[in-house]
């Protein structure tokens, strides 16, 4: 004796199979999406990324100057990568700021949650504002003592932002 099998069943399947594969979106954004959901993140500070580099911008006196979005692919990763270049001062320019971004539903995250200026950026206009005071201060001291202090900063036991 064989089981049977409801006659509902194949149909079922393979309308779960046409309509999962057409009704599918890619969890990966086009260039343009992905950098206004970045620019449109609102951070802890009750403000968006966007708002908060422009008000930094304005507040340094050209000090500080956004230099563009870059976003990076891998082709096995399920999101793209948004890293916001800038310059700080003397320091040659950099993309410094990187976000983790994907679709289906909008997410954005920072990818060094816990490090770095992105850290700071994330906690609103003015701990953003007192880091890059303390990255222009580490620019006037010799660059044996930049590489040092760099070298050091993971075993720094105190938060000083």
């Not at 979106?25 to 086009?30: E, N, S, T």
């Given at each position: 004796m064989t089981p049977r099998i409801p006659a509902a069943l194949p149909a079922f399947l393979l309308v779960l199979l046409v309509s999962s594969a057409s009704g599918a979106?890619?969890?990966?954004?086009?260039e343009r999406a992905a950098i206004d959901l970045v620019r449109e993140r609102r951070t802890t500070g009750f403000t968006t990324i966007g708002r908060t580099l422009a008000y930094a911008q304005r507040a340094t006196g050209g000090a500080f100057r956004l230099g563009g979005y870059k976003v990076d692919y891998r082709?096995?990763?399920?999101?793209a990568r948004v890293r916001i270049c800038y310059r700080l001062g003397i320091d040659p320019p950099t993309c410094g700021l990187d976000y983790r971004v994907a679709v289906n539903p909008p997410h954005v995250e920072p990818a060094d949650r816990f490090n770095g200026l992105t850290r700071d950026l994330?906690?609103?206009p003015q701990a953003f504002l007192r880091a890059l005071a303390r990255e222009t201060d580490l620019q006037r001291?010799?660059?044996i003592l930049r590489r040092i202090e760099a070298a050091l900063d993971p075993y720094n036991p105190y938060d000083w932002r």
């Open positions: 979106q890619p969890f990966v954004p086009a082709p096995d990763a399920p999101f994330e906690h609103g001291q010799p660059d």
